[in-house]
């Protein structure tokens, strides 16, 4: 197992961007899919980006599609998700997640670590 530690998160303006970070412990990183996923309050977690273990592939939902950008330096155990043209429909608290397997997984339940979380707050 890696343990997950976000960070990056905060206010921004609608058009802003952030960068999020999540810091992953172990020697084991690049044998983990990584995903970020996000939670507004009363809503489902949602897939907003997936890397795979290399970094050769990502996946995004058509909602962020074009505007987040997720990536990983396995050197530094370490994913990014870079936000851009956020709107006020992004806020919510991100989470990251890894999962050891080779495909990348849209669906929460098939991650086995997570973070603890950060903040997104886009203000309109």
């Known amino acids: 197992q890696v343990q997950l530690v976000e960070s990056g998160g905060g206010l921004v303006q609608a058009g802003g961007s952030l960068r999020l970070s999540c810091a992953a412990s172990g020697r084991t990183f690049n044998m983990y899919v990584m995903g970020w996923f996000r939670q507004a309050p009363g809503k489902e977690r949602e897939f907003v980006a997936g890397?795979?273990?290399?970094?050769?592939?990502?996946y995004y939902p058509d909602s962020v599609k074009g505007r987040f950008t997720i990536s990983r330096d396995n050197a530094k155990n370490t994913v990014y998700l870079q936000m851009d043209s956020l709107n006020p429909e992004d806020t919510a608290v991100y989470y990251c997640?890894?999962?050891?397997?080779?495909?990348?997984?849209?669906?929460?339940?098939?991650?086995?670590?997570w973070g603890q979380g950060t903040q997104v707050t886009v203000s309109s």
């Open positions: 997640a890894a999962v050891r397997t080779l495909y990348v997984p849209s669906a929460s339940s098939e991650y086995t670590c």
């Open positions: 890397i795979t273990r290399i970094g050769g592939n990502t």
